[in-house]
């Protein structure tokens, strides 16, 4: 990592006000560059709280961008930070309404020229490419980052259908701490305490919204830009990881957008900025990157930024399981086009007889992460287990010349189920020799979802029926003498969340299934694919203090062999403490937990506990969050409980619990 002390501009920063139509202000932090030019304006809009928690990240790349020319801001989402105003769903009409307003007051600014770009990394991406679609006459460029273009079936609520019980649960829970924060009195001022009790006895846990939306209706259209990419009126570099569960939105925002106006980049990073060096690397020049594209877009720079090919796109050679890697093999890529030419379906055909499919309900423990950001357990472990639980179908590497797979994978399977409801997981591994089995992508079906996200359908019973769905994204090369292995299996939790009689599975008809993978069988490799080494502006200082206490595992699987019962433990290692450079002290400990018996779906339990303090010691200020999530089932319905203690001190200021019991109509 090369660090940047000095830049073509000196630079400035001050925090201010954004006055939004309704007379709520929303809190924001500018970097200049010191020029009495006007300059383009480049905006990070996010609830995450500019004063502390993104603040490291903040102070990496807004200076950076100021001092090459840009005012770069960063704006706390209404009812989050030191802004004003009342907390909100994601994404909702409130939140991209107030988006288009900071677009548009920035514009407006003396020291503007007009011309605006939005930036972000995942709840950054999303708004970016929302606000994009409301086409503000000022935005001309956004950088989406790890970011989807569907709501519903590419993000942390549903897959193929079914509830992702490992996000549907974790990011709620998370989001219920977060927005439970309260201002800080050092930047909100004086009336921060009224601020923060008007937010808490505003605040409603986002599980409940999201479980009463269980297909693809009206509530997940929105925000989503694949309903009409045609609306999306800026330019857009698309980016994302081929271990982020986003990545597809890049594949496909480079298929239906201009190609005049749209590139994509994939590389084989985690959900994290390419340039921050977590792994999996290698890391690139990003903030270079975006810089050329600003450049071109937002001052009209004739440079050779739109010469890029269409897609860059990392092809990661085998590589043996792991839980993380700090750098993967393997070599850039270029696609002119998408679909490309260079990429043709090649089906791999099934055979032997049918096989019923019952797997235990723990099938799944070894995912790994669903949001992997550079931790020592997020990445799947040796996948062997998983395949032992699961119907395997293995096609050798023949020859001398390596299978080589770039995009999404699909499936068609022929089943028979004796019940009316279930799912079917597809994974798709690399097996070498000693037998080893890398995860290299996967996908989930929610059998009711088969005909439309749009609706539930519940199977004939006793009939066979075809299905077909795709896996996710990916750039791998199978080499001679491994075995392409295709896993289904039934259960994968904590993942997908079961459903009362998925227990007896299913059986698979080989004779009319088959996988058919994106081989890549020719085109240019390297084709001068470079990038700069990755570069960042001085660090914040934020210190970690010393501590003698043994930290938890991050992931950890407990069996209980006598009740059959499996319980995954997970530390989601966001932050932990720190102390900023202005005297904040900021804890944070959290737990989540992932309970399942071996042949019970009913039994599956999710549970999350969240601790935050924020001390400033030289104000006397202490204030303390505790929360508590769960998620359990019946035969009919989802039952939550959320729970939030805040305190002042040792005064308890707030205190409400949530119980719910929501029907169960798809999922």
């Not at 994302?240 to 569960?245: A, V």
């Not at 799912?423 to 009711?448: E, F, K």
């Not at 003698?548 to 995954?568: C, F, H, Q, S, Y």
């Not at 002290?585 to 779906?601: K, L």
């Amino acid at each position: 990592m090369i660090i940047r002390t000095e830049f073509p501009y000196a630079t400035t920063h001050e925090d201010v006000r954004i006055p939004l139509p309704d007379g709520v202000a929303l809190y924001a932090r500018v970097w200049r560059p010191v020029t009495d030019e006007p300059v383009p304006a480049l905006l990070e809009y996010l609830p995450y709280r500019l004063t502390d928690w993104t603040a490291p990240r903040d102070a990496q790349r807004h200076p950076w961008y100021a001092g090459h020319g840009y005012a770069s801001v960063r704006v706390d989402v209404r009812g989050h930070g030191c802004s004003g105003g009342r907390p909100g769903d994601e994404y909702d009409a409130r939140e991209l309404a107030d988006g288009v307003a900071v677009v548009e007051w920035l514009a407006a600014q003396p020291w503007c020229t007009g011309a605006v770009g939005m930036f972000g990394i995942s709840w950054g991406g999303f708004n970016s490419l929302q606000i994009a679609a409301l086409a503000p006459e000022p935005l001309k460029a956004v950088v989406t980052v790890c970011s989807t273009d569907d709501r519903y079936d590419n993000d942390v609520h549903y897959m193929g259908g079914s509830v992702l019980a490992v996000d549907m649960h974790a990011w709620a829970a998370t989001m219920l701490a977060f927005t439970a924060r309260p201002p800080d009195p050092l930047y909100a001022g004086d009336g921060w305490r009224a601020q923060w009790l008007e937010r808490l006895e505003a605040m409603e846990p986002l599980v409940h919204t999201w479980l009463s939306h269980q297909t693809r209706d009206d509530y997940w259209r929105h925000g989503s830009v694949c309903e009409d990419y045609t609306a999306v009126g800026a330019a857009v570099l698309a980016v994302g990881g081929w271990h982020d569960p986003y990545r597809d939105t890049v594949l496909r925002l480079v298929e239906h957008l201009d190609p005049r106006r749209v590139r994509g980049l994939i590389g084989p990073w985690s959900h994290q900025y390419p340039d921050r060096g977590l792994p999996p690397g290698p890391a690139i020049g990003f903030l270079q990157e975006t810089l050329r594209w600003w450049d071109h877009w937002l001052k009209g720079v004739d440079n050779d930024v739109m010469d890029e090919p269409l897609l860059r796109a990392w092809i990661s050679d085998a590589h043996p399981p792991a839980t993380v890697y700090e750098e993967l093999p393997g070599r850039w890529v270029a696609e002119r086009s998408w679909p490309s030419a260079t990429v043709v379906p090649v089906p791999y055909v099934f055979a032997g007889a049918p096989v019923a499919v019952a797997s235990p309900q723990h099938t799944g423990l070894d995912a790994g992460r669903f949001f992997p950001f550079g931790n020592e357990a997020d990445l799947p472990p040796d996948q062997r287990e998983e395949d032992a639980k699961s119907a395997c179908f293995e096609f050798p590497v023949e020859g001398d010349e390596p299978v080589e797979i770039l995009g999404r994978a699909s499936v068609t399977l022929r089943l028979r189920l004796d019940v009316p409801y279930g799912q079917v997981v597809a994974r798709l591994c690399d097996v070498a020799p000693d037998g080893s089995s890398t995860l290299v992508t996967r996908g989930a079906l929610n059998l009711s979802a088969r005909q439309g996200r749009h609706r539930a359908v519940p199977w004939p019973v006793g009939s066979y029926e075809d299905v077909s769905f795709e896996l996710g994204g990916i750039g791998h090369a199978f080499p001679p003498g491994h075995r392409i292995r295709l896993a289904v299996s039934s259960a994968y939790w904590p993942w997908i969340w079961p459903r009362a009689g998925s227990e007896a599975g299913w059986t698979l008809d080989p004779a009319g299934s088959a996988l058919t993978l994106p081989v890549r069988v020719a085109g240019p490799a390297e084709d001068g694919i470079v990038f700069e080494p990755p570069e960042q502006a001085e660090p914040l200082g934020v210190t970690v203090p010393a501590t003698l206490d043994e930290p938890r595992p991050e992931r950890l699987v407990v069996r209980d062999v006598a009740r059959g019962t499996w319980r995954l433990e997970v530390d989601p290692r966001y932050g932990g403490t720190r102390v900023y450079p202005d005297g904040l002290e900021y804890g944070e400990e959290a737990e989540e937990t992932y309970e399942i018996q071996d042949a019970d779906p009913l039994s599956a339990r999710t549970r999350s506990r969240w601790r935050i303090r924020l001390h400033r010691p030289d104000l006397g200020w202490d204030a303390r969050v505790e929360t508590r999530s769960e998620i359990s089932c019946d035969e009919g319905g989802f039952l939550t409980s959320n729970e939030v203690v805040c305190r002042e001190g040792d005064e308890v200021v707030f205190h409400r619990t949530w119980e719910r019991r929501l029907p169960r109509s798809a999922g």
